[in-house]
């Protein structure tokens, strides 16, 4: 069975940092790019970040230099390190195994970031 499970999400004040998890099933973390996407109320999904199975990585233009994605492969885990967060980082982040431009692929319950004072 595929699992994909997000943790770490929680209220930040803004330049304030968090650190989202994502354990995945064995069977896909080895195989399939991961992804971070996002969704804010009464916006679409965006993608966020992405990392191969060799750990090249790519992220939106919006966070280039805050936010840092990496993988551990012995505990099938991706993180999100994210700093310097702002308001508009507000939403339900969620993590994503072999989808294109956060569609299709399998995907986690979300975990959710709120930025506020």
């Known amino acids: 069975q595929v699992q994909l499970v997000e943790s770490g999400g929680d209220l930040v004040q803004p330049g304030g940092s968090l650190r989202l998890s994502c354990a995945a099933s064995?069977?896909?973390?080895?195989?399939?790019?991961m992804a971070w996407c996002r969704q804010a109320p009464g916006k679409q999904r965006e993608l966020v970040a992405t990392i191969t199975p060799t750990s090249t990585t790519a992220y939106k233009d919006s966070v280039k230099g805050r936010f840092t994605i990496s993988r551990d492969n012995a505990k099938s885990t991706v993180y999100l390190q994210m700093n310097s967060l702002k308001p508009e980082d507000t939403a339900v982040y969620y993590c994503n195994a072999g989808g294109r431009a956060c569609q299709g692929g399998y995907w986690g319950q979300g975990t959710q970031v709120t930025v506020s004072s």
């Open positions: 064995r069977s896909i973390f080895t195989i399939y790019a």
